[in-house]
């Protein structure tokens, strides 16, 4: 069973930075598995936030965090990050780990549902 494990979270001031790790088991990066991130805000619907491919590394960023979060992986780890930098009080949200058998191609052009899920790690930002 694929197990999905966030970590990184946490309450940081506006303009500064986290990493958010998440260690994934039961499937392995060599395979062309989509992985990457999600949030939820208070009030607010999901919305995907990033995504990688395990098969050839291309990244995949929604427009509100172009420039400012960066999403990579150690495929020897089974790990994949999120660099979050210049926060904003509108990130603060639960950040989801997710993985999917599709392509992330695929899940990019619509940022639908995804098969795997973690528990989510809370990123608080203050002004």
């Known amino acids: 069973e694929v197990q999905l494990v966030e970590s990184g979270g946490g309450l940081v001031q506006a303009g500064g930075s986290l990493r958010l790790s998440c260690a994934a088991s039961g499937f392995t990066f060599d395979d062309d598995y989509a992985i990457g991130w999600f949030r939820q805000a208070p009030g607010k619907e999901r919305e995907g936030v990033s995504l990688?491919?395990?098969?050839?590394?291309?990244?995949y960023y929604t427009d509100s965090v172009k420039g400012r979060f960066t999403i990579s992986s150690d495929n020897a780890k089974n790990t994949v990050y999120l660099q979050m930098n210049s926060l904003k009080p509108e990130d603060t949200a639960v950040y989801y780990c997710a993985a999917d058998g599709a392509p992330a191609s695929l899940i990019a052009t619509f940022w639908g549902d995804m098969d795997y899920w973690g528990k989510g790690t809370l990123v608080t930002v203050s002004s």
């Open positions: 990688i491919s395990s098969g050839d590394g291309t990244t």
